[in-house]
């Protein structure tokens, strides 16, 4: 099983010239490397997958963002996850902390839109993990997202879905003190390692992966999702810049 390297470009790069500039760094970037055990993914905007659909560098998958749970029909503003079929991706961002923050997304909106991605062969990348308020009841929480994302969620496609821990208190953090260690990170894995071993055996577990997110960022990746046992990372702010991503991939490649 690869591990997985996944940017969350969020909403940024605001123009096509912005893009340009931005595969040509990864281009650059990506110039003699081959990651053989680590898939890379960009998530960016819904509008630039387009884009990156042209772009010639096949060494990087496509995921979106979010996506609505029905394949088609009057859901003003809303993107199908057909749409996102024939768009190319691969991957979808769901569960993110900020949608849930600032668009009041639930579990049970989670669990609809896994179901339609999985539906559309698109693998779910799932965010759960505990806010700053929650620290003390992090597996708790954690364990009940799970519960609910997950509900309905067979073996046979559950192995196609991407398990992120990103605890809410260490995303765009500035501060070395808002990282967990890597002692922290190795007991999330294992809270939800138990989950999906309860919940669909350990045969079927094993093919799970489990990925960390959170200001991953080259000097902290090693401590933070290589040693902690992760299998990739989710990545923020970092993804922007070209070099510092591919360093996190170079990192997690080993
Ligand atoms: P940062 O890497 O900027 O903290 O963002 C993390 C994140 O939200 C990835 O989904």
Redesign the pocket.
């Known amino acids: 099983m690869k591990n997985i390297v996944?940017a969350?470009l969020?909403m940024n790069i605001l123009s096509v010239l912005e893009r340009e500039v931005y595969l040509k760094g990864l281009d650059k970037e990506l110039i003699g490397k081959k990651f053989s055990d680590t898939e890379i993914v960009i998530c960016p905007p819904f509008i630039h997958l387009e884009g990156l659909g042209k772009w010639k560098n096949k060494k990087i998958s496509r995921g979106a963002l979010d996506v609505f749970w029905e394949d088609k029909g009057s859901f003003t503003g809303e993107i199908s996850p057909v749409m996102l079929k024939n768009f190319g991706c691969e991957y979808v961002?769901l569960g993110?902390?900020?949608r849930r923050r600032f668009l009041r997304e639930n579990d049970q909106d989670v669990n609809l839109k896994i179901i339609a991605a999985l539906r559309n062969g698109i693998s779910p990348v799932l965010?759960v993990g505990e806010d700053a308020n929650q620290k003390n009841e992090g597996a708790g929480v954690i364990i009940k997202q799970l519960k609910n994302c997950l509900a309905g969620i067979k073996n046979g496609q559950i192995e196609n879905v991407v398990i992120?821990y990103?605890p809410v208190w260490?995303?765009?953090?500035n501060n070395p003190d808002h990282l967990p260690t890597t002692n922290d990170v190795m007991s999330a894995r294992l809270i939800i390692k138990k989950f999906l071993v309860g919940e669909y055996g350990l045969r079927v577990s094993e093919k799970i992966r489990i990925i960390y997110?959170?200001?991953?960022?080259p000097n902290n990746a090693k401590e933070i999702c290589v040693d902690s046992g992760m299998k990739g990372a989710?990545?923020?702010?970092?993804?922007l810049t070209p070099r510092s991503f591919i360093k996190i991939v170079e990192i997690i490649n080993g």
Do not use: Q, R, W, Y
Request: with cysteine; charged share 20%.
């Open positions: 996944v969350n969020k961002v993110h902390s900020e965010c992120c990103e260490a995303i765009s953090s997110g959170g200001s991953v960022a989710l990545v923020g702010k970092e993804s």
